[in-house]
């Protein structure tokens, strides 16, 4: 387009080249001249600009265009315009460095909660994380397209805190029949998996502080920050650092519980108001909460009014038989069961919800805030209709089959070239602990990591002021690899844990258990 | 399928109807009766089950399916098997009662934030929502499913908390050319909404309370709860109460900054830490910030070391003129730009984004957490393929002809028929403020509501503690009803207005400006 020097150095102290190109016509191509100019420096601040006629003699426009462009940057602050003085360049505006990202200014990497820029390693095998290549792009899409299509209008309004209803309905029914849980739609409440289920539940009151400020305000609902309960609140004694992390910073004191062979010592709860467990599958250590200790748990909460909070995280997926049924169906007053789809399906998708006795219904509701501020609401129509339509069920069907070889292979693999190291916990899951030998277990994991297999400890995992100690482990997430790439995994893990040190015992793939060759 | 009477008395006190239907086989559907059974009441707590053989021989079915029965049911802690007293029902589980939704817990509703159950009277202007019925379906899948063909495998996986970069990067470029914006990817951090950007920034940093509790633990990112900044934070004398709350419930003092005709009284900030402005168009009074204000503002903030939250809402929104652009480009350092589709596309898509000052960038990180926990990976793709698309540009473009049309609809109507009440503000965004005589705004939001007209009155929106009063007045928001329900919402509140009071007064359509004809 035009292009013009406009030389008036006596006026506006240097050399200005408005390139008056790209969309929008001269009078925009103008005002983004300018601005880039005195963004750049190239405009110093209270440089005055030269008169309207001047420039747009210079540049060949219009007078007005001249005019409202200096109008318009006048309106944006980049210009100042005083009756007298002309109009000149503002104060303001230095020239953007920029920056380096500053990666999470997070110092350590909290176990299972890697950062995504940190996660290419050569075999990833921490746990935590479905296998992302096997999401179900095509059966997801049809979910989302009819969902998209069906959606009465006022799905694209303000939605209901509790989560859309239909959501509601398809997990009353699919948890009944798929996890034991006893409950009706009016008692769930959608949310955007586990941590945002302990921030509603055990955020911060607002009570605290400079609370006494919000006198006078109507002190309604998602303003709050959440917390319908309050601790101290018993942990498992292995666990995920970031939950404890979480609550912590919620004011919340976690007190660890020990496990044994039977799973948490629930026997050993006092006066604290809570219990957090993972009854299906303990985290990270891998057995099942006994029978008794299910029991145990229900009437501790029954005698102290306490709660017991399920972690749900992995309770579809149980190999050796049909899973153990929630403990939420024991005593649906006492429990808040909580599940997600971020080991079903992906942790991509951000929903997950929660089960609720009556009495927490409102409280929940109160801190989630009187809209849904947080879960897609469309997203929330596809995972009901991607459960009522089968799809979840076939999903995670296939993935259980998928998982379970793995494991299968896992166990085989070890047991043929690492005999010394024992597969720990019950078939389940998307991980496994692997026994080690007493005071290997720090420099087998740097071992791993030298050879590009990233896992964890079991230490990793240790409540910082238990005195129970687990013994020495790996925490190896078999499912975080794409089904191609789980062979070479298992292969690297094996030059790690065999006797004598590196070497490659060929392995074999697991996707075709019928291949058992070796893999050089 | 089967029904059998198990007709044994004598040892489990009670006859039972066992339905041995459903799908899974006779030992699942086993196991659902006699689960039923115990959670129905018909097994009692303590009672004794048949042994094996009993039951078996009663129902017809092997021994191992009645003993693989017990044996789950005892897993699950339904049952309770002894050595010598056999396998009972266990103490626990009552029959769950059938509870009505206890809906939200929350007195009274906040201005603009209307529980989704009280959202249907029969007029709706409310501010705060987009049509909802104009939400654009077709261009919207299209991005949804380019998306999720298109995305690579580690989309399913763990999420950078930034965001996807693809998004970050689409929204440097439309932010800089729509609104003014200068940024770079590496400083935009993806939220749900404002309400998120707000806990991201003043959320409690766990250092407080039972903080010290936290110690030995690695106090890492997700956990915190936020806060990168702290209060006192000055506020418009006039906004949104449930963000004046929810600052609060975070324990931030707000001081309220009075308004006049061009816009925040920034001129009268003094040691707050930073100030909360909407700068394009003031919320809700509706004038913007006139330029010597913008640029004060931004003084101030250098001079103070504080900080501008600019609220850019529905920036994207103007009709007299192209849109002013945002404050942020006069100084990136100083200014955290947030803004979101929630206004431009629908609030049900819970995605919006901070456009931070470098020195913000890794805190806000840590408070989001090590991964994405809140906005799906697909929805930011999807976005992202929107706005690249040019999808986005055009959606606001056909939005802004219509909300145009309905507002000049608006002031055209009311001067016809209510010319007393004054249409104040810039022609801009989704909702405008009528004038009232003094002393009438509660009778008339009372009247309006008694004719199924649901709007709020300015002083829905006052800050409780500043000294300013906007006078008497009606928030409108001509946005919120669908195309076809607007002229009707337009009669009914000109039926409220008019002197005389309610009649019939024949608005005509604004969907088309051609039809001027009397509805009647």
């Not at 409202?68 to 009756?83: F, H, P, S």
């Not at 605290?208 to 601790?231: K, P, S, Y």
Request: with cysteine; charged share 25%.
């Amino acid at each position: 387009m035009v292009e013009s020097w406009v030389n008036s150095a006596e006026r506006i102290g240097a050399d200005l080249l408005l390139e008056l190109s790209g969309p929008g016509g001269r009078r925009a191509a103008l005002i983004r001249a300018l601005r880039e100019a005195v963004r750049g420096g190239r405009l110093a601040p209270g440089t005055r600009l030269p008169p309207y006629r001047s420039l747009a003699a210079d540049l060949g426009v219009a007078r007005n265009t001249v005019a409202d462009a200096y109008a318009e940057l006048v309106a944006e602050g980049w210009l100042t315009a005083r009756q007298g003085s002309g109009t000149r360049v503002a104060d303001r505006a230095e020239p953007l460095r920029r920056a380096a990202r500053v990666a999470g200014g997070v110092a350590g990497r909290v176990a299972g909660q890697a950062p995504p820029g940190e996660r290419d390693p050569l075999h990833d095998l921490r746990q935590g994380t479905p296998d992302a290549s096997s999401f179900p792009r095509a059966a997801w899409l049809t979910s989302y397209r009819r969902a998209l299509q069906q959606a009465p209008s006022e799905v694209f309004g303000p939605g209901d805190p509790a989560g859309r209803r239909e959501l509601r309905e398809a997990l009353a029914e699919y948890l009944a029949r798929a996890r034991g849980v006893r409950t009706v739609p009016e008692r769930i409440v959608i949310c955007s998996g586990f941590a945002h289920a302990l921030r509603l539940l055990f955020g911060r009151s607002g009570s605290t502080g400079a609370g006494g400020d919000a006198r006078g305000e109507n002190n309604v609902g998602g303003a709050r920050g959440g917390g319908v309960l309050r601790g101290p609140l018993a942990v498992e004694a292995y666990g995920l650092g970031f939950h404890r992390e979480l609550l912590a910073a919620a004011g919340v004191r976690t007190v660890p519980v020990p496990l044994d062979e039977a799973g948490a010592r629930v026997d050993l709860l006092g006066r604290e108001r809570g219990v957090l467990l993972t009854p299906a599958h303990q985290f990270p250590t891998g057995g099942p909460l006994h029978a008794s200790r299910r029991a145990a748990v229900i009437d501790w909460a029954r005698a102290r009014g306490a709660v017991v909070v399920e972690d749900d995280y992995d309770g579809e997926f149980r190999y050796d038989r049909k899973p153990v049924g929630a403990v939420q169906g024991l005593d649906p007053e006492r429990v808040i069961h909580v599940g997600s789809v971020s080991k079903s399906l992906s942790p991509a998708l951000r929903l997950g919800w929660m089960v609720l006795p009556e009495r927490y219904v409102g409280g929940v509701l109160a801190a989630k805030g009187e809209r849904e501020a947080w879960v897609s609401l469309l997203d929330q129509l596809s995972l009901a209709d991607f459960i009522a339509s089968g799809a979840y069920d076939r999903h995670v069907r296939r993935m259980r089959q998928r998982y379970r070889r793995r494991r299968d292979r896992l166990v085989e693999v070890l047991a043929g070239h690492a005999p010394h190291v024992e597969v720990t916990g019950v078939a389940a899951g998307l991980h496994a602990v692997l026994r080690l030998p007493p005071g290997t277990e720090r420099s087998t994991v740097e071992a791993a990591a030298r050879r590009g297999v990233a896992l964890d400890g079991l230490a990793a995992f240790r409540h910082p002021r238990t005195a129970m100690e687990a013994g020495d482990g790996l925490v190896v997430g078999y499912a975080t690899p794409s089904e191609h790439a789980y062979a070479a995994a298992l292969e690297a893990l094996c030059g790690v844990l065999a006797p004598g040190g590196p070497r490659s015992p060929g392995i074999g793939t697991a996707a075709d258990p019928a291949t058992g060759g070796t893999a050089e």
